[in-house]
């Protein structure tokens, strides 16, 4: 089990940017997949984005794209969410998962989940 700690939320206006990071402790996050997910007051956890455990593939829902970009960092054991010209409905907890991978794929569901970061973006 790998140990989460999300931080870098906060309060922006639309149009700012925010970078949250994803610390993990508890072992190595080589060949793990990783990934990022929101909820919304009110809503369900929703898929924001994925990285496989190299760097080298990334998803992202539609209303992202071209906004945010996934990326990592193994040897700090850390996952980033660069997030650009936010926008109000961006608004949610953030939360970062990983789950262990023996390929170097995307994965979309996962077994260990960090508490949260708050974003909130007002207009």
């Known amino acids: 089990q790998v140990q989460l700690v999300e931080s870098g939320g906060g309060l922006v206006q639309a149009g700012g940017s925010l970078r949250l990071s994803c610390a993990a402790s508890?072992?190595?996050?080589?060949?793990?997949?990783m990934g990022w997910f929101r909820q919304a007051p009110g809503k369900e956890r929703k898929f924001v984005a994925a990285i496989s455990w190299t760097g080298g593939r990334t998803a992202y829902v539609d209303s992202v794209k071209g906004r945010f970009t996934i990326s990592r960092d193994n040897a700090k054991n850390t996952v980033y969410l660069q997030m650009d010209s936010l926008k109000p409905e961006d608004t949610a907890i953030y939360y970062c998962?990983?789950?262990?991978?023996?390929?170097?794929?995307?994965?979309?569901?996962?077994?260990?989940w960090g508490q949260g970061t708050q974003v909130t973006v007002s207009s």
């Open positions: 998962g990983a789950s262990y991978s023996f390929a170097d794929t995307i994965k979309y569901d996962y077994d260990d």
């Open positions: 508890g072992r190595t996050l080589s060949g793990y997949s």
